[in-house]
């Protein structure tokens, strides 16, 4: 049924296809990475237009690979400025804490100002 000199012709034919096709498959995952990755690090990907493509285009996946992540810092609490008060301020209330909100404004400065002449 199979001739022996059909075979020896048709399988290099064979063994080439596939290996294209692998290799083409191997590419094409490894774009999909690729823009996987950088689409969920919040790198925009470049898109192909008109015309050559930038020099740096592939810069920022080098840099992001290189750099390690730098966990964000938060403000210290600013405390209420009065005396024995423990209460955080909040920008809401005028920078004092909820229980002296309705406080004169220049009583507040006055501790204000005794607080940085005390330092």
Not at 18 to 25: D, E, K, N, T, W
Not at 33 to 40: H, I
Not at 56 to 79: E, I, T
Request: net charge positive; aromatic share 6%.
């Amino acid at each position: 049924m199979s001739n022996p000199s059909l075979t020896a012709v048709i399988a290099p034919i064979v063994d080439a296809f596939v290996r294209q096709l692998s290799s083409a498959f191997e590419a094409s995952v490894s774009q999909a990475v690729q823009s996987a990755f950088a689409g969920g690090a919040g790198i925009a990907q470049v898109k192909r237009g008109r015309g050559r493509p930038p020099k740096n285009a592939q810069a920022p996946l080098a840099l992001l690979a290189l750099a390690p992540a730098k966990p964000k810092k938060s403000r210290p609490k600013q405390f209420c400025p009065v005396p024995n008060c423990k209460g955080v301020a909040a920008p809401v209330f005028g920078m004092v804490c909820a229980k002296h909100k309705d406080m004169p404004k220049d009583k507040i400065k006055k501790f204000r100002d005794a607080r940085r002449a005390k330092k």
